[in-house]
């Protein structure tokens, strides 16, 4: 076996805790599938906000090195992807150095640069342009997402498999007529780490109340003003007896709470922050009564599928591949509608149906799409 890459715009060195600045669903995409990885040594190419450690080959465990090929100052205007995009020119030398040959790529920003003597496995996370959400206007523009339009074609084109999260990411790579790269494989969770956990929680420990709970970056394009309006309208038809919280952070934190005190007194709410342990998240997901996702737009969201891992029913709006990969009205459930009142109805319909946690059988774990991914990585390391 030979040395792989793996490329994220990911702060691989604070995965643990609240200095990083990575957190989402290629997070737990990569530190789902790294255990399963079969290769000599690994390394993990992506960012950094200590310039000091640029370029350092940092030692993570085992067979795995982290590297930081892109310097992202705290708080900057700039997109990280744009950072990374210019600091990625670098990259060839460094695969050159620790005699990588095989990349497998979460980010087209940086394996653009990549030449082509090294084999690419691209795995796509959303067809969505991701410029289309970027948290500053002026980064929405068509310049802008004409270029990182031409980025992603050029990873597409250059990549000998592509792996498509849902039919959207299919059908964009059909369109390029590049489809017999492509492999449909959705997003997975190792259901060795999330499971049903009747451990207490250490953050939602002391709440009674039933839980309606969201997960993830707390930003504009999470659409959280109609998880604000459920949660208020099902205590208006179960006064007293909901919570809603929030496990996450984001610019669009200060927004949403000044909307919750303008509807409400704010008590019905909890801001814990971000959750990076593993252990807690999974306690936080067997506890709560419902995970609700209301984005405007999602590829298939990891912690979709780590609650129903854990046995917790989803609700979710009608976005990415959620209605055709995930939806089964068992555990998974979709609104077509972004009516708060028809979310809190459905919430209640499904509320009292006896769950169970994930079975051998559970069709999104990590293990089994591993042997996928290591088949598609093993003849890239015999070239």
């Not at 060195?13 to 990083?20: A, I, K, L, M, P």
């Not at 919280?245 to 303008?262: A, D, N, S």
């Amino acid at each position: 076996m030979l040395n792989i890459a793996v490329l994220a715009l990911e702060d691989f060195e604070n995965w643990n805790n609240t200095n990083s600045l990575s957190m989402g669903g290629i997070t737990g995409v990569i530190k789902s599938i790294l255990p399963y990885l079969k290769a000599k040594n690994i390394f993990l190419l992506g960012i950094t906000s200590e310039r000091k450690n640029l370029f350092r080959k940092i030692h993570f465990g085992d067979n795995i090195y982290i590297i930081p090929v892109a310097y992202v100052p705290k708080n900057s205007k700039i997109p990280v992807r744009l950072h990374s995009f210019w600091a990625g020119r670098k990259i060839n030398s460094i695969l050159k150095e620790n005699n990588i040959r095989s990349v497998y790529s979460h980010s087209v920003e940086l394996s653009f640069w990549i030449k082509s003597n090294i084999s690419i496995l691209l795995h796509m996370h959303g067809a969505t342009n991701a410029l289309e959400k970027s948290k500053k206007k002026f980064f929405r523009n068509r310049l802008f997402q004409n270029m990182w339009e031409y980025v992603r074609t050029v990873n597409l084109k250059k990549a000998i498999k592509i792996i498509a999260i849902d039919p959207l990411c299919y059908n964009l790579v059909k369109k390029h007529n590049l489809q017999e790269k492509a492999i449909l494989l959705p997003n997975f969770v190792d259901d060795k780490v999330f499971y049903k956990d009747t451990t207490q929680s250490r953050i939602l420990g002391a709440v009674e109340e039933n839980i309606l709970l969201f997960v993830g970056r707390i930003e504009e394009v999470k659409g959280l003003e109609l998880f604000v309006d459920t949660l208020l309208s099902l205590d208006k038809k179960e006064a007293g007896k909901w919570r809603g919280v929030f496990i996450g952070r984001g610019t669009y934190e200060p927004i949403i709470t000044k909307y919750i005190l303008e509807k409400s007194n704010g008590s019905l709410f909890i801001f814990p922050g971000p959750v990076f342990e593993q252990d807690e998240l999974r306690r936080i997901y067997s506890k709560s009564s419902i995970l609700m996702i209301s984005s405007h737009y999602e590829g298939i969201p990891m912690v979709i599928l780590e609650c129903i891992a854990c046995g917790t029913p989803v609700v979710s709006t009608n976005v990415g591949g959620i209605k055709e990969f995930i939806s089964d009205n068992e555990m998974c459930f979709v609104n077509d509608n972004r009516d708060p009142d028809e979310f809190s109805d459905l919430i209640l319909s499904i509320k009292n149906r006896k769950m169970t946690s994930a079975s051998s059988d559970f069709r999104f774990s990590t293990e089994k799409a591993s042997l996928i991914i290591n088949q598609i990585l093993q003849p890239v390391q015999n070239n």
